[in-house]
């Protein structure tokens, strides 16, 4: 066993205190790489090569002063973590929560390396966001907090240096406030954010990647075990950009979505999710999901959790950190599911995940499975180099192509070190792989 793994992660504990969510990414990724750290403790020691994956390369934290409707002043915390540029600039959206804090955005910022990494394209990890909650708030709010935040991440970003993006709270709205904000005071016209409206430089099926990515991994995964997702029941958690897209591409390959859920509780349609009335209340509406059994009398609404007591085939957790813990893993083993894939980062506890694997249901980690929005964002940064656009076909091909490429990769990293069909192990070990070897080329920085 590598006591190297074990001294980085005790440092990592002791250095960053108060932080439970970025020491359980780190404790995830550095246990699944011991087999590599092992074949290379003495180099990587002596390059201080994990002290310097763990520590993100800078880390900004600023005020966001803004005034609301009643003419009070607000104000929030605003933060960039920039963790690794080896491969290329940072990149990784921004969470605008209530429950976001530096630990958050460190835990974040820190998956976003190897999953970047594992897409095949140049972008190094990041992650930002701010304490700010949109629910609630008018769009003359949403914008004045958005200016403000940008007036300060302004000078730390650029399409060459740092890319934000959407992530839970940050969609096409806020992408459009920030872009404008950006666009005033640098006074250029460049793909600084990805995510951007279509008149604007956006990217076709960025919106739909996510959830379409999910289910293009989960489709591979499946049909290499001689299986397919057609014709199967799947329950999804969350009702936002990622579950929504996640249902849609679901759907569109024959299976049966029976849940959705928000912060405040779950839906079960036993007749299949209505997507339509979904994306009405959840995007256009920005209602309740009470409002989905207004409409369909013969599906349930639960307030609070409660989508993982449904029994199904396919699990596809997609709202936020730690939303199935073990107790959930148990009932959908109980229930019979042969998979689990992550549309959220880090959806399960490690003692979820670790019951899971357990019990051979087969498990793809956020990392992989919900690789394809960044991905994409990845492919609206190449238009906007290139000044063009492309067209959805091409686009939703070109993400496609990487999921399966990307299943393919962690499943042969997972075998190369006697982990055949450990999907965390090999999602690690593949893109860590990567990173490190652009670390080692570029010396000591
Ligand atoms: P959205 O804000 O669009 O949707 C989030 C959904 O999850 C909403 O339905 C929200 O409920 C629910 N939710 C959020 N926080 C909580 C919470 N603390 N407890 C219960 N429910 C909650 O975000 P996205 O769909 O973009 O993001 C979902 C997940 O996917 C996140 O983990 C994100 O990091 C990850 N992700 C997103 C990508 C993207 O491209 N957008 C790419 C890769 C990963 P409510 O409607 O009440 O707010
Ligand atoms: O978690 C994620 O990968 C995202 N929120 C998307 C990041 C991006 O830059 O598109």
Not at 287 to 297: D, F, G, K, M
Request: aromatic share 8%; with cysteine; charged share 25%.
């Amino acid at each position: 066993m590598s006591s190297y793994v074990n001294e980085v992660i005790e440092r990592v504990i002791k250095e960053n205190p108060n932080e439970p969510e970025f020491h359980q990414a780190v404790r995830e990724v550095l246990e699944s790489l011991r087999p590599v750290v092992e074949l290379n403790e003495d180099q990587y020691r002596r390059d201080a090569l994990l002290e310097r994956l763990v520590n993100p390369e800078r880390q900004i934290k600023f005020r966001v002063p803004w005034i609301d409707d009643n003419g009070q002043v607000r104000v929030n915390t605003g933060y960039r973590v920039q963790f690794n540029s080896a491969i290329g600039p940072y990149k990784g959206g921004l969470r605008l929560h209530p429950s976001v804090n530096l630990g958050i955005i460190k835990f974040l910022g820190f998956e976003q390396i190897f999953k970047n990494s594992l897409t095949g394209l140049p972008i190094g990890g990041g992650k930002g966001g701010s304490d700010f909650d949109p629910k609630g708030k008018s769009d003359r709010e949403v914008m004045a907090f958005c200016q403000s935040f940008m007036s300060e991440l302004f000078k730390y970003i650029g399409a060459d240096t740092d890319v934000p993006a959407g992530d839970i709270g940050t969609g096409a709205r806020e992408i459009g406030f920030l872009f404008g904000q950006y666009k005033r005071l640098k006074g250029c016209f460049e793909g600084v954010l990805t995510g951007k409206g279509l008149p604007y430089g956006g990217s076709l099926a960025r919106t739909e990647a996510t959830g379409y990515g999910l289910l293009y991994i989960t489709e591979e995964m499946l049909k290499c075990h001689g299986q397919s997702i057609e014709g199967k029941t799947v329950v999804v958690s969350g009702a936002g950009n990622v579950a929504i897209h996640a249902i849609e591409k679901a759907q569109q390959l024959g299976a049966k979505v029976v849940t959705c859920s928000d912060s405040n509780g779950w839906i079960y349609d036993p007749d299949g999710i209505k997507l339509d009335l979904l994306k009405d209340i959840k995007i256009t509406k920005r209602q309740r999901l009470t409002e989905y059994t207004n409409a369909v009398p013969s599906s349930e609404y639960h307030e609070g959790k409660g989508v993982w007591s449904i029994k199904c085939d396919v699990a596809l957790p997609c709202a936020t950190q730690n939303e199935l813990g073990l107790d959930d893993a148990k009932l959908l083993v109980a229930n019979g599911v042969t998979t689990v894939a992550e549309g959220a980062n880090m959806p399960s506890t490690i003692e979820a995940t670790e019951y899971l694997k357990a019990n051979n249901v087969f498990f793809l980690p956020g990392k992989a499975a919900n690789a394809g929005g960044v991905a994409t964002s990845a492919l609206e940064m190449s238009q906007n180099s290139e000044r063009l656009s492309w067209s959805f076909e091409e686009v939703d091909s070109k993400l496609k192509d990487i999921m399966i490429g990307l299943y393919h990769n962690i499943d042969r990293a997972a075998e190369k070190y006697g982990f055949k069909g450990d999907y965390v192990v090999g999602a690690n070990i593949a893109g860590f792989e990567k990173v490190v070897s652009a670390m080692n080329a570029q010396g000591i920085v």
